[in-house]
């Protein structure tokens, strides 16, 4: 299976190579936005969030979407982390 994780753009890094500077749960991360686009001015996407997956922008999300998944990937993470422990014991 395949996660995408929420990231806000906050620069660009190239516009002519449609790359952004994307804050991933902190972290920044240089990301290619040329499926998010869609003929739009790259530099008008900064602020908003997009889902990321393996350094490309896959869809745009409004920021209660983002919130709402990014608190399931924690909870999927917390339940792996259960798992985990459970198989060791």
Not at 29 to 54: F, Q, T, Y
Not at 74 to 85: S, Y
Request: glycine fraction near 8%; charged fraction near 25%.
């Amino acid at each position: 299976m395949c996660l995408g994780i929420p990231g806000k753009i906050i620069e660009l890094a190239s516009a002519e190579r449609q790359l952004a500077w994307v804050d991933v749960c902190g972290v920044r991360r240089e990301v290619n936005i040329a499926l998010v686009a869609d003929g739009v001015d790259a530099g008008r996407l900064i602020g908003s969030w997009v889902l990321v997956h393996v350094g490309f922008a896959m869809s745009r999300l409004d920021e209660e979407e983002a919130y709402a998944t990014l608190d399931a990937l924690r909870q999927m993470e917390e339940v792996e982390h259960d798992v985990t422990i459970f198989l060791r014991q």
